[in-house]
């Protein structure tokens, strides 16, 4: 299976972009697995910016997005989204997926570029 992430690009600072991450096959038992989105800045470290559980859909998020950020699931769709608003310019990153469960599978990442 193969997670695809979609949506990213270029948006202005106070803006807004969703990401979208699908998992490939349509038997992938996707409501058993977390999903996790990370970022990495040039240079930097890979770090979460929103996590979904698989069972009760309880989210959270670290202090840098929180409020700005939303992360939810279809599980029909085998989707899980991160709809990202007030963007900033600390928020340009590549952006991954990952699907945590009996087994971890990342996605191939997305550009998205906050810029003026």
């Known amino acids: 299976v193969q997670f695809v992430e979609s949506g990213g690009g270029l948006v202005q600072p106070g803006g807004s972009l969703r990401l979208s991450c699908t998992a490939s096959?349509?038997?992938?038992?996707?409501?058993?697995?977390?999903m996790t989105w990370y970022r990495q800045a040039p240079g930097g470290e890979r770090e979460w910016v929103a996590w979904i559980a698989a069972t009760d859909e309880s989210t959270d998020y670290p202090d840098s997005v929180k409020g700005r950020f939303t992360i939810s699931r279809d599980n029909a769709k085998n989707t899980v989204y991160l709809q990202m608003d007030r963007l900033k310019f600390e928020d340009t990153a590549a952006y991954y997926c990952?699907?945590?469960?009996?087994?971890?599978?990342w996605g191939q990442g997305i550009q998205v570029t906050v810029s003026s």
């Open positions: 096959e349509g038997g992938f038992p996707f409501s058993e697995y977390t």
């Open positions: 990952k699907a945590a469960g009996d087994k971890t599978y």
